[in-house]
């Protein structure tokens, strides 16, 4: 219960806090721009990825909040059950791509830690 509960905040705070940091105005949002913040700041981790890895971690997590933007129109028990979905499908790809269950889970902590940062009124990334 307590991973499900972590996976669930860790995918809201992602998903919530890379809107609020910066609040797209309409036909304004670039995916681009966000994939490159998202590469930079993989770069800049303690997480030591390779390039390749880090493209691999940030393009799965760009898929991921497109397909979780369809989940806001659901009740909250629809919401949670398909977060929960979500969340591992996207441990499983990131196991994958990173053919590695430690770092793979290494990279939810970070992003865990980023959004308690966020949501604790830590460092402040400049979107």
Known sequence: ?????????????????????Q???EGNFDPAKMKERQLQRLKESD????DAQADSVATINMES????????????EEKTAK????????LKRWTSA??????AKKVVEYYEKQR???SAGGEHHQQ
């Not at 997480?47 to 390779?50: G, I, R």
């Open 1 to 21: 219960m307590k991973k499900i509960t972590a996976m669930l905040a860790f995918v809201l705070g992602l998903g919530g806090s890379t809107l609020m940091a």
């Open 23 to 25: 609040p797209p105005a």
């Open 47 to 50: 997480l030591k990825l390779t």
């Open 65 to 76: 909040m497109q397909q979780m933007r369809g989940f806001r129109e659901l009740g909250q």
């Open 83 to 90: 977060m929960k979905e979500m969340n591992d499908y996207r």
């Open 98 to 103: 990173l053919q590695d269950e430690a770092l």
């Open 116 to 118: 308690a940062n966020r």
